[in-house]
């Protein structure tokens, strides 16, 4: 992160952990506290991502208190939410994502919402090559902005809402182009540069 940091000084580039913990310190060995990842020079932390979900067993619950170390030292949190294929064919990826943001942002308040991105993550669709359609995409970011207004109003708004699944640069254009797709959580795609 540190070389990440001084190699973007001063330019439009945010370096971000790919996780942080909730705790400030103490005998947590293999954990990244927020003021750590603070002082290596990076301004994001990414909090619940499938993987750490599904391989690790973070929860709603933790994925709150990840948010609030954050938010305690100044870091943006990149909030990953989404449903895997198990739910999305029981038809419960609606109710999964009201939990996520129910249960992962409570306590959040509407000034700390703004600020907040959110990732979502369709989770059968990540290294498979599965891209959902531009329109199930649309109504995803749809509904997870009508949930965000719903519970903060106006702040609800402000929230930068990111798709991640499968972007590659020859889908990237038409996914970025979706109303209420405020950018891209690039996977694997960014492990060659010249693609990224």
């Known amino acids: 992160l ?6 973007a000084r001063e330019s439009n580039v945010g370096i971000a952990a790919q996780n942080l913990y ?3 310190q103490g005998a947590f060995t293999g954990e990244i506290s927020a003021p750590m990842i603070r ?5 994001y932390g990414i909090i619940g991502h499938s993987e750490r979900r599904t391989l690790f067993g973070e929860t709603d619950a933790s994925v709150n208190r990840r948010i609030a170390a954050a938010f305690a030292e100044r870091l943006t949190p990149i909030v990953c939410i989404g449903e895997t ?24 308040t509407a000034d700390e919402m703004a600020k907040l991105v959110i990732a979502y993550e369709p989770v059968w669709a990540i290294g498979t090559g599965r891209v959902p359609s531009i329109d199930d995409v649309g109504a995803m970011h749809r509904a997870i902005r009508a949930q965000l207004v719903g519970f903060y109003g106006e702040a609800g708004e402000a929230v930068r809402i990111l798709y991640g699944g499968s972007v590659k640069p020859d889908n990237a254009r038409e996914l970025l182009s979706v109303a209420n797709v405020n950018g891209a959580l690039v996977g694997g795609a960014s492990l060659k540069a010249a693609d990224f």
């Open 85 to 108: 294929l198990d739910q999305r064919e029981r038809n419960e990826t609606f109710a999964v994502l009201d939990r996520q943001i129910k249960q992962g942002f409570d306590g959040v």
């Open 22 to 24: 909730w705790e400030r």
């Open 39 to 43: 002082e290596a020079g990076a301004a």
């Open 2 to 7: 540190r070389a990440a940091a001084e190699a």
